[in-house]
């Protein structure tokens, strides 16, 4: 079962804050959380270990809540660099597969 | 320079013809990964590999097959490809001590059309 990711797109002008969130309906041991730019690889941002844990990536964080089976990757002050196609994966509890959420375009315009 | 290499980077082949994508990478990692992409539907894994010899299947792994049969080297067989295997092709690689703590690497991606 894949994780869901909302919003599926968002557009933001320069400057303004986003949340990108990511629920699953299993036990999350695991966030993982990549940037995929268009026609590029994915390319790793972070990893949530704990429920609770909040960790940054420049003016990206995120947090997880495992409670909840939730995460969010909170973006601030965005920059034009910020475009892309953010997923979150989450581990199984053997930490050898990561499904990935179906992904939240985010357009970033001057 | 680190790095996950794929190739071809964009192949168009017909129903039934047998295709290999290789994929290598030059870390020295243990773990290595095929991925699919499709639109609307992110990442799926297809095959993941802890090391040598040592191969189990991902979410969506019908239709392939894969060997290990080197630390550096993951090819991605597909014995009678078909038109649902079109896609965009990712393989990752990452160092040991299982995914919880370490991020994954991606090749380039591989464009596969199936006609």
């Known amino acids: 079962q894949q994780p869901v990711q909302s919003p599926q797109a968002v557009i933001l002008r320069e400057g303004e804050d986003a949340v990108i969130n990511c629920s699953s309906s299993k036990a999350l041991y695991s966030v993982h959380w990549y940037r995929q730019k268009h026609g590029e690889a994915p390319v790793f941002l972070m990893i949530l270990l704990k429920g609770g844990e909040q960790k940054g990536h420049e003016k990206i964080s995120a947090s997880f809540n495992e409670k909840k089976q939730q995460s969010s990757l909170y973006l601030t002050a965005s920059q034009l660099s910020y475009s892309g196609t953010y997923f979150c994966g989450s581990e199984n509890n053997a930490g050898n597969m990561l499904t990935f959420g179906g992904g939240t375009r985010l357009m970033v315009k001057p | ?115």
Request: one cysteine or more; glycine letters at 8%; a positive charge.
């Open chain 2, 1 to 115: 320079e680190a790095q996950v290499t794929q190739n071809p980077r964009y192949l168009i082949t017909v129903t039934g013809k047998k295709l290999t994508v290789t994929c290598s990478q030059n870390m020295n990692h243990e773990y290595m990964s095929w991925y699919r992409q499709d639109p609307g539907l992110g990442l799926r894994q297809i095959y993941y590999s802890m090391n040598v010899e040592v191969t189990d299947k991902g979410d969506v792994p019908e239709g392939y097959k894969v060997s290990r049969k080197e630390k550096r080297n993951f090819p991605l067989i597909l014995e009678s490809p078909s038109p649902n295997q079109t896609s965009l092709y990712f393989c990752a690689s990452s160092s040991s001590g299982g995914l919880s703590y370490n991020e994954q690497f991606f090749g380039p991606g591989t464009r596969l059309t199936v006609l």
